[in-house]
């Protein structure tokens, strides 16, 4: 069992900024990639931000690179999403990803996910 649980979102106006955690805990063997994605209403599923695991190497959506920094803390349990400069276009639900590998040893890495959590940027 793994669980991801998203933190942080909110109602906040147009330029302001708010910072998404996702708390990660469970039977995690290994951590290849973890990522931010965001669903508006009727619009598709998006990436906004990944962050691969050994590298540290950072992936932005075109239309957040410059206002969002993707992060992890020390301990490697906890994902963040700085957000700045915040735009109407913003509001979605973020959902916070983990690919990877639970224990026991020998499973197959798979994509996990959190509830999620609501922003809403509007003045």
């Known amino acids: 069992q793994v669980q991801l649980v998203e933190s942080g979102g909110g109602l906040v106006q147009p330029g302001g900024s708010l910072r998404l955690s996702c708390a990660v805990s469970?039977?995690?063997?290994?951590?290849?990639?973890m990522g931010w994605y965001r669903q508006a209403p009727g619009k598709q599923r998006e990436l906004v931000a990944s962050?691969?695991?050994?590298?540290?190497?950072?992936n932005y959506a075109d239309s957040v690179k410059g206002r969002f920094t993707i992060s992890r803390d020390n301990a490697k349990n906890t994902l963040y999403l700085q957000m700045s400069s915040l735009k109407p276009e913003d509001t979605a639900v973020y959902y916070c990803?983990?690919?990877?590998?639970?224990?026991?040893?020998?499973?197959?890495?798979?994509?996990?996910w959190g509830q999620g959590t609501q922003v809403t940027v509007a003045s």
């Open positions: 990803n983990l690919f990877g590998k639970v224990l026991p040893g020998g499973s197959t890495p798979s994509d996990y």
């Open positions: 469970g039977r995690i063997d290994r951590i290849y990639l």
């Open positions: 962050i691969v695991e050994g590298s540290r190497d950072t």
